[in-house]
Nanobody
Framework: VQLQASGGGLVQAGDSLRLACAASGRTFSSYAVAWFRQSPGKEREFVAAISGIGGRTQYVDSVKGRFAIFRDRAKNTVYLQMNSLKPADTAVYYC????????????????WGQGTQVTVSS
């Protein structure tokens, strides 16, 4: 499985962005997918995850109600819709895929995509 993250950019506080994690490989549809982010000087942080089967989702508290993760199986892509962005959301965002949904929360990822920069100005 190869993952390609895209959709980052420079926006103002309150704006929205949609990140995409496009995958190759037929096993992707059964994998859980998560988004993580990393700011300079900080450790990589779990942001959101979606299960392979059933569409269960999980979010870090700081993004609940603002971010939504969903997948388009026809396009083999998982999206992260980010609304009401804040300067604190500024980071490089990474997507990852793995077989166990609950382990994604602690970063047990099998496949990583490259990062995409999100910068939110105040």
């Amino acid at each position: 499985v190869q993952l390609q993250a895209s959709g980052g950019g420079l926006v103002q506080a309150g704006d929205s962005l949609r990140l995409a994690c496009a995958a190759s490989g037929r096993t992707f549809s059964s994998y859980a997918v998560a988004w993580f982010r990393q700011s300079p000087g900080k450790e990589r942080e779990f942001v959101a995850a979606i299960s392979g089967i059933g569409g269960r989702t999980q979010y870090v508290d700081s993004v609940k109600g603002r971010f939504a993760i969903f997948r388009d199986r026809a396009k083999n892509t998982v999206y992260l819709q980010m609304n009401s962005l804040k300067p604190a959301d500024t980071a490089v965002y990474y997507c990852g895929a793995g077989p166990i949904f609950e382990r994604m929360f602690v970063g047990e990822v099998t496949y990583w995509g490259q990062g995409t920069q999100v910068t939110v100005s105040s």
